[in-house]
T-cell receptor, first 112, second 112 residues
Framework: DTAVSQTPKYLVTQMGNDKSIKCEQN?????MYWYKQDSKKFLKIMFS???????INETVPNRFSPKSPDKAHLNLHINSLELGDSAVYFC???????????FGPGTRLTVL | AQRVTQPEKLLSVFKGAPVELKCNYS??????LFWYVQYSRQRLQLLLR??SRESIKGFTADLNKGETSFHLKKPFAQEEDSAMYYC??????????????FGQGTILTVHP
């Protein structure tokens, strides 16, 4: 009965590889987000989609490309992975009017 | 630009003692503020938001616009309160609608 789910939970990969993280929410929300939590536990928004439309795009390298096939899904694809991409990535969703954001469990990405 | 500051990275108290986690913000509009909590091995979840003026798990937070603060308080800390606490400011308008800016986080440890 998970509200916001992410796969995989852990991802270990080599520099230069391309990888994707998937996010799904079953709350009927219309807005979804990706956050990055660095090694110092600092949380920063990367992207936000509302009704499949990109509405927030922070200063993130072009190697990161979000894709929203429908309102319930927001996937994150990362090209040419670098050591500095190692972090925990959190997906979240909200109803636009309510604005409380519900978070997924996180995906711990380690780039070797 | 909006900014949230949590000056204490670590905070330790004994069970039964009062606790206050500090949060200061900088925002040109009318602020909407939240406290999120992340217990060990769990996802980030909303603790409270200032517009609801609720007390959750004995915690309260009052928005002080004069001091631009939203400190989180609890009169008697419990061991189960040990967690990472994030203060967050919502951008409620314009092109960054829905953007949550997080503080650096405060790790609260309640000793028996």
């Amino acid at each position: 009965d998970t509200a916001v789910s992410q796969t995989p939970k852990y991802l270990v990969t080599q520099m230069g590889n391309d990888k994707s993280i998937k996010c799904e929410q079953n709350l009927g929300h219309d807005t979804m987000y990706w956050y990055k939590q660095d090694s110092k536990k600092f949380l920063k928004i990367m992207f936000s989609y509302n009704n499949k439309e990109l509405i927030i795009n922070e200063t993130v390298p072009n190697r990161f490309s979000p894709k929203s096939p429908d309102k319930a899904h927001l996937n994150l694809h990362i090209n040419s992975l670098e050591l500095g991409d190692s972090a925990v990535y959190f997906c979240a969703s909200s109803h636009q009017r309510d604005n409380e954001q519900f978070f997924g469990p996180g995906t711990r990405l380690t780039v070797l | 630009a909006q900014r949230v500051t949590q000056p204490e990275k670590l905070l330790s108290v004994f069970k039964g003692a009062p606790v206050e986690l500090k949060c200061n913000y900088s925002y040109s509009g009318s602020p909407e503020l939240f406290w999120y909590v992340q217990y060990s091995r769990q996802r980030l979840q909303l603790l409270l938001r200032h517009i609801s003026r609720e007390s959750i798990k004995g915690f309260t937070a009052d928005l002080n616009k004069g001091e631009t603060s939203f400190h989180l308080k609890k009169p008697f800390a419990q061991e189960e309160d040990s967690a990472m606490y994030y203060c967050a400011l919502l951008n409620a308008g314009g092109t960054s609608y829905g953007k949550l800016t997080f503080g650096q986080g405060t790790i609260l440890t309640v000793h028996p």
